[in-house]
């Protein structure tokens, strides 16, 4: 038991009120009455003059309170709450003291009232700050990608030895208040995402359109992975954010990723009609490089079979990186091919033909069926030309990743593609794999990106009266100021105001994701975040506090959450 009573006997009293009644809420008198027949008087127990009579009085919690010596202050603790360990605290501190009578104790209690309330009050504020600090250290900890038993093993440990050399052993003791162990880590992650969520559905709904970006994925547990980023306007500017990472129970078809979508929005009451969307530029671009003809795709696969031959066995790993530094080779290994990621061929087929000579030495003594490939200059020649045009590829869908990517810039990069092909001649073999790209992106859409040229007015999108409102636009010297100051979605959203119809349809346009980038991008962080020494993991609270930019707000959440 916590508290004294074991220790002492019960004495049966009148049921007359006493009038002794503690300082302490938890010191009151608790009374427990026997009805096994009439006659019987009550039981009661004298917490209260237990305790005086020793020199104590209790504080804290009442399930576990603890004594406070009225003489010193000094607060023990709880397994002290015998008699005997009472008395010899008396004995040996106070000795003076200790043939005094009960009102003598009484008056040092009534002397010492405001510094027990002052204990009770830093005591609380203790534990507020120890709940807010545990919130703090598990946001870190997301934020960083890190196992959450990281807190309890290193991070706590390390702050006491600073708080230890800095300010005293003292201070040092009082870091123990603060809760990191692996569970309340998860817990806290799990109550700020929560949080997180609870801002961004709240902006999505408030917005008056968005736009959502989703891709799915396996992960580490084999687990196909649903993730959807949203697109939101905010106080006139926009925001993008991690709406959901859940799992898809079964297949993978676009109906089950309809399903679990339309479930979350029902969900969080997310209105479908104030949704903005379009294809994401960068798969139709990588779409249309996909198809080359049959003798350069020969000559790929036997690139991907000498690389795979070298690559795949560790001993001809071994042999050829030893091989290129005897040699004194710019490079001393091959770059490995996935087919997932295969627009990275521009790298895998220039490091390739760069290391043709040490390959062809290698083939001297370790014998491959497509070694005569390396003496064949017709062969090196569509090598040669394959990497060339894959790299070109490869930063062309680079060049169209990124934050704040529109459809006008993709428009541009896809244009400067096609440009340069045709400059360097070689448009005649790829060119055409271009022309729907093209023609997709070319729209009469050029008065969002130039409002104050009345030459891009097209008469096919615009209105007369919405032309009027252009030239209004174009004479407006506070805007073209404001244009060169802004990006061009919150342009036209700073304008939504005074000419609505012309700024909803510019965000009709520059709202939606013109790439997968977010998606990639997040997939990449977690897979970071879910190893096959955390494959159990749920990673949805982790990731969303590591990718938002958004911060809980700490000061609810403690609110919210009792503080022991």
């Given amino acids: 038991s916590c508290s004294m009573d074991k220790w002492l006997k019960k004495e049966s009293v009148k049921t007359q009120e006493s009038a002794s009644v503690s300082s302490s809420p938890h010191c009151g008198k608790s009374t427990s009455n026997d009805h096994d027949g009439p006659g019987k008087s009550l039981t009661k127990k004298r917490k209260y003059d237990d305790y005086i009579k020793y020199g104590f009085t209790c504080i804290g919690d009442q399930e576990c309170p603890k004594p406070l010596c009225v003489i010193c202050g000094d607060v023990l603790a709880n397994s002290s709450l015998k008699p005997s360990l009472l008395r010899c605290h008396l004995e040996t501190r106070h000795p003076a003291q200790l043939d005094k009578p009960v009102d003598f104790f009484k008056r040092k209690l009534a002397e010492r ?111 196909a992975i649903l993730l959807l980023f949203v697109r939101y306007v905010n106080e006139g500017l926009v925001e993008d954010d991690l709406l959901f990472c859940r799992p898809l129970e079964e297949r993978t078809t676009g109906e089950d990723i309809f399903n679990l979508t339309n479930a979350y929005f029902q969900e969080k009451e997310i209105d479908w009609s104030r949704f903005s969307w379009t294809h994401y530029s960068i798969h139709r671009q990588a779409l249309a490089t996909k198809r080359m003809p049959e003798g350069l795709k020969e000559v790929l696969d036997n690139a991907v079979k000498m690389v795979n031959f070298i690559k795949s066995r560790s001993t001809n790993s071994r042999i050829f990186h030893v091989l290129c530094e005897e040699m004194g080779s710019i490079h001393d290994c091959l770059l490995t091919h996935t087919e997932v990621r295969w627009l990275s061929l521009g790298k895998i087929l220039v490091r390739l033909f760069e290391l043709k000579t040490e390959i062809l030495v290698f083939f001297n003594s370790h014998p491959f069926h497509l070694a005569s490939c390396m003496e064949n200059n017709v062969w090196l020649q569509s090598l040669a030309y394959l990497a060339d045009i894959f790299s070109r590829i490869n930063y062309l869908n680079f060049s169209l990743q990124g934050l704040n990517v529109t459809v006008f810039n993709v428009q541009d990069r ?148 009792q503080a022991h």
Avoid at 181 to 199: G, P
């Fill in 113 to 223: 009232k405001s510094d027990i309330t002052s204990f009770i009050s830093k005591a609380s504020t203790d534990n507020e700050n120890a709940l807010e600090a545990s919130y703090r250290v598990s946001y870190r900890v997301a934020k960083a990608s890190k196992a959450h038993t990281i807190a309890e093993s290193l991070i706590g440990p390390c702050i006491k030895d600073v708080v230890h050399c800095m300010l005293g052993e003292k201070a040092a003791k009082r870091i123990d208040m603060v809760p990191l162990s692996n569970n309340t880590l998860s817990r806290r992650i799990n109550d700020m995402s929560n949080n997180v969520e609870t801002i961004i559905v709240q902006r999505v709904k408030n917005s008056p359109y968005y736009a959502i970006q989703l891709d799915e994925s396996s992960d580490e547990a084999n687990l």
């Fill in 414 to 561: 896809v244009e400067s593609m096609i440009k340069k092909l045709q400059f360097s001649e070689i448009g005649s073999v790829t060119l055409h794999n271009f022309q729907g790209l093209l023609s997709s992106c070319i729209s009469d859409n050029d008065w969002i990106r130039n409002p104050f040229d009345d030459t891009t007015f097209s008469p096919q999108i615009l209105n007369t009266e919405e032309k009027e409102k252009m030239i209004e636009i174009s004479c407006d010297y506070k805007l073209r100021r404001s244009f060169r100051n802004l990006s061009l979605i919150n342009f036209w959203l700073s304008l939504r105001n005074e000419y609505p119809l012309l700024a909803e349809k510019a965000a009709a346009v520059l709202l939606p994701f013109s790439t997968t980038y977010l998606c990639e991008k997040a997939f990449s962080s977690y897979a970071h975040l879910k190893t096959k020494y955390r494959n159990r993991l749920d990673a949805e609270p982790d990731l969303r506090l590591y990718l938002s930019p958004r911060v809980p707000d700490f000061k609810e959440l403690c609110r919210a959450k």
